[in-house]
């Protein structure tokens, strides 16, 4: 079964995880104790993304291809994917279809509303407890009818590159995958950036766009890209495009230009609207 039929069959999400979390505190079993990276996620009724930066990847502001070994090394420690979410029960499962990394397993975590607006997720494996997160929700993000997600699909015959747009409330996440998808065994990205040579390739292996912001605009705050922070994720005329609007151009089927490593001819809804409408 593909994703896309997965996610047709499958049930939305609980309501209560609708919305924007922010990361506030990671432990690890190995000693980690992170509360400084920048860390959020956006859930939609079926569709999920996830950006992680470290503090030295988020002080980068230089383009990809203007940067030094050691700012590529920093920034292959970003974390970033998108895809599609199940919950049964305590358990969440995220799967990620395009991921910073190369291909992997399904992210798994037990999950605890402490309040309605804090959340915690720990190793489903109680005896080994290998992690624990703490997010909070970033407020106004929680209403059903603003919280919305498309798969993308690039408008550029014979491409096979894919993303996703995701909004809440007043905040967006948008995904795109590289140009070309990593292979799967090929390592970690700080592997694999720690072994290539030439520049020209680690702009390509690291050209893979986590941004989030706000619908405002459609300003970029934070983005796996150090040249997109700060910029507008859509292009041209559709930068004025309230977040309504935006959906119904998506659902007709019209592309639309928005990223920073953008397909010729723009993005465009990859699924019918009978599927679509209840992400």
């Not at 506030?24 to 996830?50: A, I, N, P, R």
């Not at 997010?135 to 550029?156: D, H, I, Y």
């Not at 592309?255 to 992400?279: D, F, Q």
């Amino acid at each position: 079964m593909s994703e896309r039929e997965a996610e047709a069959s499958s049930p939305p999400v609980p309501a209560e995880y609708l919305g924007v979390w922010r990361r506030s505190l990671l432990k690890t079993k190995g000693g980690t104790h992170d509360t400084s990276s920048q860390v959020y996620w956006l859930q939609t009724e079926h569709l999920h993304c996830d950006l992680r930066v470290p503090p030295a990847a988020g002080q980068i502001v230089q383009a990809l291809g203007d940067c030094s070994d050691a700012e590529y090394l920093a920034l292959a420690k970003q974390y970033a994917f998108a895809g599609r979410t199940e919950v049964q029960g305590d358990i969440a499962t995220w799967y990620r279809e395009i991921d910073f990394e190369p291909p992997g397993k399904p992210d798994v975590g037990r999950m605890t509303f402490v309040t309605p607006d804090i959340l915690h997720e720990d190793d489903p494996d109680a005896s080994f407890a290998a992690y624990h997160e703490t997010w909070e929700r970033v407020p106004g993000t929680r209403e059903p009818s603003q919280c919305w997600g498309f798969r993308l699909a690039a408008s550029e015959e014979g491409s096979q590159r894919s993303g996703f747009l995701l909004t809440a409330g007043d905040r967006f996440m948008f995904a795109a995958d590289r140009v070309r998808p990593l292979p799967a065994g090929a390592g970690t990205m700080r592997e694999i950036i720690g072994s290539s040579r030439a520049q020209e390739e680690k702009v390509e292996l690291l050209g893979f766009e986590v941004s989030y912001g706000s619908t405002c605009a459609w300003t970029i705050e934070l983005s796996t890209l150090p040249q997109q922070r700060g910029a507008t994720l859509l292009k041209g005329e559709a930068s004025s495009l309230s977040s309504a609007k935006l959906k119904s151009v998506l659902e007709a089927g019209t592309p639309i230009h928005m990223g920073g490593i953008m397909p010729h001819n723009g993005w465009r809804a990859s699924l019918p609207k009978e599927v679509y409408a209840k992400a």
